[in-house]
């Protein structure tokens, strides 16, 4: 596993960055995972959530985790997910990485293709 890879495994929380409407960033704590081989990062979350109704007009998104010195920021194109394997899926991520979820029956996935990483990660 390459450093990347182990930094984004390591249980850190991080910050997600969206675009609201009037063009102001947006950005909240959250719990994410990363999929290198994919290309795929995953954060969930409720259906009604700020985060979600600002992707639905601009689906950039910056996944951003720090810790010390060390720090990265996943960037990409983002889409919305309810099906419900696509939910279970990210859910059972989330949990490897964090802890179990609690119980969300309007949890939602937003799946974010990378399209550029950043950060010193050593």
């Given amino acids: ?14 910050t997600v960055t969206t675009i609201r409407r ?6 909240v704590p959250v719990g994410a995972t990363y999929d290198p081989a994919a290309g795929l990062a ?3 979350t409720s ?9 639905a007009h601009n689906p950039r998104i910056a996944i951003c985790q720090i810790d010390g010195r060390r720090w990265s920021t996943i960037e ?3 889409t919305v ?12 991520l ?15 996935v937003i ?3 990378v399209e550029r990483v950043l950060g010193t990660y050593r």
Avoid at 84 to 89: E, I, K, S, T
Wanted: hydrophobic letters at 30%; one cysteine or more.
């Fill in 1 to 14: 596993m390459s450093e990347l890879a182990d930094f984004w495994t390591e249980r850190h929380l991080c």
């Fill in 22 to 27: 009037d063009g102001t960033p947006h950005s």
């Fill in 42 to 44: 995953r954060i969930i």
């Fill in 47 to 55: 259906g009604g959530s700020q985060k979600v109704r600002n992707l």
């Fill in 76 to 78: 990409g194109t983002a």
């Fill in 81 to 92: 997910e309810s099906d419900p394997a696509l939910v279970r899926q990210a859910e059972e």
């Fill in 94 to 108: 989330y949990a490897r990485r964090y802890k179990v979820p609690r119980p969300n029956p309007a949890r939602v």
């Fill in 111 to 113: 799946v974010v293709t």
